[in-house]
Each structure stands twice: as C-alpha cells, then as structure tokens.
C-alpha cells in the first residue's frame, strides 16, 4: 500500500510540473490568431484601391515583391500588383491589437485577353482562368483551328504558362467521295471511188484509183472485176461498205467500185471510289495494279521497275468550323497499247493518265466539281486524180474524202461528309448477300450460290433487300 501511494503521489507531482509549465511560455509568447478573413485579387501591373470599415494604425505586406502598398488614409489602402503570386496584407489597430489578415492574389490580367478572345473567336465558348502564375484555358470549341488561335493568343499573355484544357466538339473524321465521270465518242467516215477499163490498145488493163490517185496497168486492176476486194481498195479501213460494177461490150471492159465506210465507237467510264480520314490526317486510295517496266543500270543490267496505274486518291482534310478545307489529288491512268515503245525484244506500252490535284473548301454533304475537260479533235483528208478530179460531178469518181472526229468529255465531282463511327454490326458487306451452297443446293438442283444472307439485325435486313437504284457507303 505505501508503495502504490507513493507512485500515486509522484505521477500527480509530474502532473502538476508539466500542466504549469506551458502556461508560463505562453505568458511570454502569444501567437495572435488571426486567419485571413477576405481574399484581394489584384491584375498584374493594375492598382486596386481597398477601404477599411474601421481605423488601421499599422500595415504590412509579407511578399514585397509580389505586390507594393501604401497608405491613402487611415482607412484607405493602395495596393499594387508587381508580379504574379500570393502574399499577405497585415492590419493592425491604434492599440496594436491585429484587425485582420487579407490574402493578395496577384494574377494575369485575363480581362483583356477575354476581350480579346471574343473579338477574334466570336463563336467559340473559350473560358480563361488565372493559375498561379499562368492562364488555364478551357471549353468546348469547334474545330482544331480555334484551339491553336486561341492558344497563340494566350502565349502573349503568359508566355510558356499557358495549360489547354480546351475540347474539340463535332465529327473530325471527313469521308470523300469521289466520282469519275467520262465519255469518249468517236466518229469516222469515208468515201472514195475506183474506175478500170480493160481491152484498150494492145497494152491490156488501165486503170485510175480515185483513193490513192494513180494510174497503173498492173494485174491488181483485174482484181476489180474479179470481185476480189482485197486486192483493190483504195482505203486504209476495212472493206464494209465496199460496192463494184462493170460493164462489158466485146474485148472492153468498164469497172467502177466505190467504197463508203462509216464507223462509231462509244465508251463510257465511271469510278466512285470512297476513301475516310481523320481532320488533319493524310490517306491514300489505290485501285488498279502496277505494271513491269524494264529499267538498265548503270551496269547495263536489266531490271524491273514497278508503275502503278488505276484509280489513285491522296487528300488531307482539315475541319474548320463547319468548314472542310480538303487537299487533294485524283488520277485515273491505264495501260494504252497503241502508245508503246519497242527496243529489240522488249516492248513497252504507254499510259493513258487524267490527272488533277487543287485545294477547295466545303461543307458537310455538299458538292464541287473540281475538274472537267471537254477535247473535239477533228482530223479531214481528201486525195483525188490530178486534173481528173476536178472535174464537175464526174470529178467525185476521181476522189477520196474521209474525215475523223473523237470527243472526250470528263468530268471529276467530289462530296466531303462529317462521320462518326459506329457498330460493326450495322454495317452489310456485299458478301453477305450470297451464301455458299448447301450439298442438296448444289447436287440436287446444281446452284454454285444461293443467295440470303445468314446475320440477324439491321443489317440482315439491308443485305436481303434488292437494291434496284444507287446506293453507296454514306451513313447519316
């Protein structure tokens, strides 16, 4: 018992030694509690004025660097922004008792750059907000175009201090197309006579050629009243057309053979290729194939050199706005074999190529004839009989007339359209419409494909639809 009162005793001594101890510092020292009761934000380099609504005898600031102060009256205070950051202003009353604490935020003057943000942005809800000793600018905008403005911008202000928070709203993938359009048309006609005359003198046949304008004895003129139109033409086209009389009293002969040829050729060309790519972003479309072309070194050794041909498109897109600002390159080229180059054993064929490349602006969905060409060569040629071909109305059985004329018309239409991704499973592919066989399909009733498609949903539904008109890879 006398030993457990004596802790008991000894632990209420230190008790009292320790609790009386603290209580004596503090007499000393006093630490005013005095929070900061308001926040003061001041522009950089701007004045902001502040009245007190009771009497300060003293003030200090914490930072003088960051922000300058004096006094205007006993209730008045000038403060003055140096540079940006945070300090505190200190007042204290006629008895030295502390008034108050106020923070001083001093910051970028972003007043002027909203200004400034609206004047040259007027559309784009751009918010600025100081941060520390930067600019934090935020928002929804419409098109990477504004995010750079709007940033450059910012960089006068707070120059390598600036923190983008900006999203870019809208579709920014641009899908092209692109339709090739062409028509060549061609026309060729001609028209020439021949007269023969056999039996004359001792000398046999004569005759006169009104296509290539001679007169000749030869065994081909026999030819003509033998019916052998091979032999005898008098065009460089082939014998369609090709008509021959002759009349015969005794040992003479008379022949004439006129030849009339008309020939018209069409061809019509379309290709829609379709191509998607990211605003800002390069793509390239390819389809055709290469062709070999033999290539000497320096060695003279022979290699193979590989030129592509079909229909090729490279363009960029970039989203303004609701602007589309495309670059752009089309082509449509194909092996020509009647331009062809021969050297020895190698012959190489040449390349038809319609090209153009531009720069064009547009809107979602809408349409620009970019390119267009529209080429009438005409080509006439007459040859006749000298002297003989002259003559009045029996003139035209001494001559030869044939004229050709091609046409070519092209025309190269783009559509640029805003799109979005979406699930693959709304999409049908051309495969989907045919099926392979089944054994009973292929035995029994000899089908190679049976048609129907075999997924479930929307796009079950479009790949067993029949689609009579045109229909293309554009989802709205």
Same mark, same amino acid.
């Given at each position: 018992?006398?030993?457990?009162?004596?802790?008991?005793?000894?632990?209420?001594?230190?008790?009292?030694?320790?609790?009386?101890?603290?209580?004596?510092?503090?007499?000393?020292?006093?630490?005013?509690?005095?929070?900061?009761?308001?926040?003061?934000?001041?522009?950089?380099?701007?004045?902001?004025?502040?009245?007190?609504?009771?009497?300060?005898?003293?003030?200090?600031?914490?930072?003088?660097?960051?922000?300058?102060?004096?006094?205007?009256?006993?209730?008045?205070?000038?403060?003055?922004?140096?540079?940006?950051?945070?300090?505190?202003?200190?007042?204290?009353?006629?008895?030295?008792?502390?008034?108050?604490?106020?923070?001083?935020?001093?910051?970028?003057? =972003?007043?002027?750059?909203?200004?400034?943000?609206?004047?040259?942005?007027?559309?784009?809800?751009?918010?600025?907000?100081?941060?520390?000793?930067?600019?934090?600018?935020?928002?929804?905008?419409?098109?990477?175009?504004?995010?750079?403005?709007?940033?450059?911008?910012?960089?006068?202000?707070?120059?390598?201090?600036?923190?983008?928070?900006?999203?870019?709203?809208?579709?920014?993938?641009?899908?092209?197309?692109?339709?090739?359009?062409?028509?060549?048309?061609?026309?060729?006609?001609?028209?020439?006579?021949?007269?023969?005359?056999?039996?004359?003198?001792? !000398?046999?046949?004569?005759?006169?050629?009104?296509?290539?304008?001679?007169?000749?004895?030869? !065994?081909?003129?026999?030819?003509?009243?033998? !019916?052998?139109?091979?032999?005898?033409?008098?065009?460089?086209?082939?014998?369609?057309?090709?008509?021959?009389?002759?009349?015969?009293?005794?040992?003479?002969?008379?022949?004439?053979?006129?030849?009339?040829?008309?020939?018209?050729?069409?061809?019509?060309?379309?290709?829609?290729?379709?191509?998607?790519?990211?605003?800002?972003?390069?793509?390239?479309?390819?389809?055709?194939?290469?062709?070999?072309?033999?290539?000497?070194?320096?060695?003279?050794?022979?290699?193979?050199?590989?030129?592509?041909?079909?229909?090729?498109?490279?363009?960029?897109?970039?989203?303004?706005?609701?602007?589309?600002?495309?670059?752009?390159?089309?082509?449509?080229?194909?092996?020509?074999?009647?331009?062809?180059?021969?050297?020895?054993?190698?012959?190489?064929?040449?390349?038809?190529?319609?090209?153009?490349?531009?720069? =064009?602006?547009?809107?979602?969905?809408?349409?620009?004839?970019?390119?267009?060409?529209?080429?009438?060569?005409?080509?006439?040629?007459?040859?006749?009989?000298?002297?003989? !071909?002259?003559?009045?109305?029996?003139?035209?059985?001494?001559?030869?007339?044939?004229?050709?004329?091609?046409?070519?018309?092209?025309?190269?239409?783009?559509?640029?359209?805003?799109?979005?991704?979406?699930?693959?499973?709304?999409?049908?592919?051309?495969?989907?419409?045919?099926?392979?066989?089944?054994?009973?399909?292929?035995?029994?009733?000899?089908?190679?494909?049976?048609?129907?498609?075999?997924?479930?949903?929307?796009?079950?539904?479009?790949?067993?639809?029949?689609?009579?008109?045109?229909?293309?890879?554009?989802?709205?």
């Amino acid at each position: 018992m006398k030993i457990t009162t004596f802790f008991q005793a000894a632990l209420i001594g230190a008790a009292v030694s320790f609790s009386t101890a603290p209580q004596g510092v503090a007499d000393t020292l006093r630490v005013m509690q005095g929070d900061v009761g308001s926040q003061l934000n001041v522009p950089l380099n701007r004045a902001v004025v502040v009245e007190s609504d009771v009497v300060f005898a003293e003030l200090s600031i914490a930072n003088p660097s960051i922000a300058d102060i004096s006094t205007l009256s006993d209730r008045t205070i000038y403060v003055l922004g140096k540079q940006p950051g945070r300090t505190t202003l200190t007042l204290l009353g006629p008895d030295g008792r502390l008034i108050t604490n106020v923070e001083v935020r001093v910051t970028p003057d =972003v007043s002027e750059l909203k200004e400034r943000l609206r004047e040259v942005l007027p559309n784009e809800n751009i918010e600025v907000r100081p941060a520390n000793d930067g600019l934090v600018l935020s928002g929804l905008v419409s098109s990477v175009a504004a995010v750079d403005r709007a940033l450059d911008l910012a960089q006068r202000y707070a120059p390598e201090r600036v923190s983008n928070l900006m999203t870019v709203g809208g579709s920014q993938q641009v899908l092209l197309k692109v339709r090739f359009a062409e028509m060549n048309r061609s026309v060729t006609k001609s028209l020439s006579a021949s007269l023969a005359v056999n039996g004359i003198g001792s !000398g046999g046949d004569v005759g006169v050629q009104g296509g290539t304008g001679t007169l000749s004895s030869d !065994g081909n003129l026999s030819a003509l009243f033998d !019916g052998d139109s091979s032999t005898g033409s008098t065009s460089a086209n082939s014998r369609n057309g090709v008509f021959s009389i002759g009349v015969g009293a005794g040992n003479v002969e008379f022949a004439v053979l006129l030849e009339a040829l008309e020939t018209k050729g069409f061809v019509r060309t379309l290709a829609e290729p379709n191509l998607t790519a990211l605003s800002g972003q390069n793509a390239e479309f390819l389809a055709g194939g290469e062709y070999p072309v033999p290539v000497s070194n320096e060695n003279g050794n022979i290699s193979v050199d590989f030129k592509p041909f079909g229909i090729s498109l490279n363009f960029t897109p970039r989203v303004v706005g609701k602007n589309i600002n495309l670059r752009l390159t089309a082509s449509v080229s194909g092996v020509d074999p009647t331009i062809s180059y021969t050297d020895g054993s190698i012959s190489i064929s040449g390349f038809s190529t319609r090209t153009t490349a531009t720069t =064009v602006e547009m809107q979602d969905g809408e349409s620009f004839a970019i390119a267009g060409l529209l080429q009438d060569d005409f080509t006439a040629l007459n040859g006749q009989v000298p002297w003989l !071909g002259d003559i009045p109305i029996l003139g035209a059985l001494f001559r030869s007339s044939e004229y050709k004329r091609d046409q070519s018309e092209l025309v190269i239409i783009i559509t640029a359209h805003l799109v979005t991704p979406t699930s693959g499973e709304a999409f049908a592919l051309p495969t989907d419409r045919i099926r392979p066989p089944t054994e009973n399909e292929l035995f029994l009733h000899g089908k190679v494909s049976a048609s129907g498609s075999t997924r479930r949903g929307a796009a079950g539904e479009v790949a067993r639809q029949d689609f009579s008109g045109s229909y293309g890879y554009v989802m709205e």
